[in-house]
């Protein structure tokens, strides 16, 4: 268990971080006179949408994510194509990966009722982020608010923007970096896969062709591979296989699995090739707390990724139509 010197630390380090985002321009009660109900309406909301569907708590989280990284936290990628620009969600990468779409619209129709013009795209999605997670056990963060929808979509950004499952240790550094995310943050941010499912075919390789020599990865766990091989079937890469053993409870679980090879992903797996990585895991297994409260932690200084292209708050979250 961590010791209270290292929780104070965390403590400490979340005021450090408090302070860095109010000067960022974003607050905790940025909505406190225009929308007092704005934080109740959402939560009431995604508890609807995981009570109905535990699955789609990953799939709002991962909004946040994916948002962020690209043009930063603008709800961008919320937009639809138009006739001359190919939108985020239609990357390869999100294509019929990212769903809750119309999870958000529906909450932001919600808030249009209660407040109109008032609260944006980008800000739904911080606040549905972190309401999905405390749903599935997870620790709540405050929420920084006031963010600007940005105005256009480009679905060739975000090849060069996020993160790929087959991606190296280095490559996940450098990747989180282009965003100002540190090491730490990335390894902290990798356990949001404790939540969720994967298509087969994200592992494909690892259980079946490693390195196209047409055999297992020799790194993963045998009789884990062989119970993978039965819910992955060669000729099936599109059914779907849980994150990690406890994919419906937001825990430190995911990190445990690395450390005994059962990780799915090479970018998962990755993280146990660096000693950093190993030492968090580690640390996270004996302490999952401190997993929880760190991962609220870089949350917040993700949520902080600053809008390239800001341009106002939508209306409708999926179109260019600002309300003010």
Known sequence: MATISSHW??????????????????????????CPQAATIVKQKVDEFVDADKGIAAGLMRLHFHDCFVRGCDGSVLLNSTNTTLAEKEALINNGSLRGFEHIDDIKMELESACPGVVSCADILAMVARDATVKLGGLSWEVFLGRIDGRSSVADEVNTSLPFRTFNFSQLVATFAKVGLDTKDMIVLSGGHSIGQLHCGAFFERLWDFQGQNI?????????????????????????????????????????????????????????????????????????????????????????????????????????????
Request: hydrophobic letters at 40%.
């Open 9 to 34: 630390f965390l403590w400490t380090a979340t005021i450090f971080l408090t302070a860095m985002v109010s000067q960022g321009q974003l607050t905790t009660d940025f909505y406190d006179s225009t």
């Open 216 to 324: 297992t990865d020799p790194s993963m766990d045998p009789e884990f591979a062989e119970s993978l091989k039965a819910q992955c079937p060669r000729d099936n890469p599109l059914l779907f296989k849980g994150a990690d053993s406890t994919n419906a409870t937001f825990d430190a679980v995911y990190y445990s699995d690395l450390l005994n090879q059962k990780g799915l992903m090479d970018s998962d797996v990755a993280l146990m090739s660096d000693p950093l990585g190993v030492e968090y895991a580690t640390e996270a297994v004996q302490d999952p707390y401190s997993f929880l409260f760190e991962f609220g932690t870089a949350m917040i200084k993700m949520g902080n990724i600053p809008a390239s292209d800001p341009y106002g708050w939508r209306k409708n979250c999926a179109v260019i139509e600002p309300c003010n």
